[in-house]
């Protein structure tokens, strides 16, 4: 029962560098989903995913992409790292539409962009 | 937009004590789900208790209940027999359709012995 594995837990880019952030379930979930989580502005949502193959954006889109191709997976990419960028990254899974069972998150990503 | 609000950005409670931990929010759905969450310096989010809007009773999970009333978009949480454990961030969000979440800013718990 690993739940949601995120990897890396820490990372460190230079300015304008790319890199991508792992996110893998193994509940079957269809639901899945990143936050963003900055000093006094709670989690705010990037991009989230109702199935494979489907995306949309959250409130916090800019500079980031991600892709679903499979139930399981569901990376986010930076392509140019922005000190803006510095945060703490979680991905989250839900079983059903509603968030009856709640959510499930990973153990976060803290990325430090210089 | 859905909006979530935490007005307190920190508070203290005696263990053994009660607190509660005030959220509001504004949302034009009927149905909707409410959440509160624990983070704990580990950093993992620990899901604490959630409420389907349409039920009218109260949410329990032993020593955390919740008062929700939906006319005013109130969801407060309540802690009874604080512990040292409970020291924590505590977040309050809201799921909107589509299975995302929108969260408040947070209150930071802290438990005196």
């Known amino acids: 029962n690993a739940g949601v594995t995120q990897t890396p837990k820490f990372q460190v880019l230079k300015t304008g560098q790319s890199m991508t952030l792992q996110c893998a379930q193994d509940?079957?979930?269809?639901?899945m989903s990143w936050y963003r989580q900055d000093p006094g502005m709670g989690l705010r949502l990037i991009h989230y995913?109702?199935?494979?193959?489907?995306?949309d954006q959250g409130e916090v889109p800019n500079g980031y992409n991600v892709s679903r191709s499979t139930t399981e997976d569901f990376p986010l990419r930076l392509l140019s790292a922005a000190p803006s960028q510095t945060s703490v990254y979680f991905c989250a899974s839900s079983e059903t539409q509603q968030g009856a069972y709640g959510y499930t998150f990973g153990s976060g990503t803290r990325l430090t962009v210089v | 937009a859905q909006t979530v609000t935490q007005s307190q950005p920190e508070m203290s409670v005696q263990e053994a004590e009660t607190v509660t931990l005030s959220c509001t929010y504004d949302?034009?759905?009927?149905?909707?789900?409410l959440f509160w969450y624990k983070q704990p310096p580990s950093r993992q989010m620990i899901l604490v208790i959630r409420q389907e809007a349409y039920k009218q009773q109260n949410a329990t999970e032993n020593r955390f209940s919740v008062n929700f009333q939906k006319a005013a978009k109130s969801f407060s949480l309540k802690i009874s027999d604080s512990q040292l454990g409970d020291a924590a961030m505590y977040f309050c969000a809201q799921e909107t359709s589509g299975s995302r979440l929108t969260f408040g800013e947070g209150t930071q718990l802290t438990v005196n012995p």
């Open positions: 995913s109702v199935g494979a193959g489907i995306t």
């Open positions: 949302t034009s759905e009927s149905d909707y789900y």
């Open positions: 509940m079957n979930h269809e639901y």
